[in-house]
């Protein structure tokens, strides 16, 4: 069983800034990709920011130059760090592991509870 707990979101204003974090844990053999997703009201789940596990990273257009994501191996963490937060940023935001389990060598995708992102203008 592996889970992830996010942490971090919040009610910020425009300009302001915001950290999240996901960690995972349980039986773990290896992880790959991390990434962020978020889903405004109203909206489809959309992707933010991933990182391989090579440390290669890709965003969304809509976060270039203002998000920066980034991993802790040691930690089995993730992060993401929003700058220059929008109103336009208000969402759910999901982080989302894909992993090797440690028991039984299986190919997970799992997904964090969501944290809540508001951003007042």
């Known amino acids: 069983q592996v889970q992830l707990v996010e942490s971090g979101g919040g009610l910020v204003q425009a300009g302001g800034s915001l950290r999240l974090s996901c960690a995972a844990s349980?039986?773990?053999?290896?992880?790959?990709?991390m990434g962020w997703y978020r889903q405004a009201p109203g909206k489809q789940r959309e992707l933010v920011a991933v990182i391989t596990s090579g440390g290669s990273t890709n965003y969304a257009d809509s976060g270039k130059g203002r998000f920066t994501i980034s991993r802790a191996n040691a930690k089995n963490t993730v992060y993401l760090q929003m700058n220059s937060l929008k109103p336009e940023d208000t969402a759910v935001y999901y982080c989302?592991?894909?992993?090797?389990?440690?028991?039984?060598?299986?190919?997970?995708?799992?997904w964090g509870q969501g944290t809540l992102v508001t951003v007042s203008s």
């Open positions: 349980g039986s773990i053999f290896s992880i790959n990709a």
């Open positions: 989302k592991v894909e992993l090797y389990s440690g028991d039984d060598y299986k190919y997970l995708e799992v």
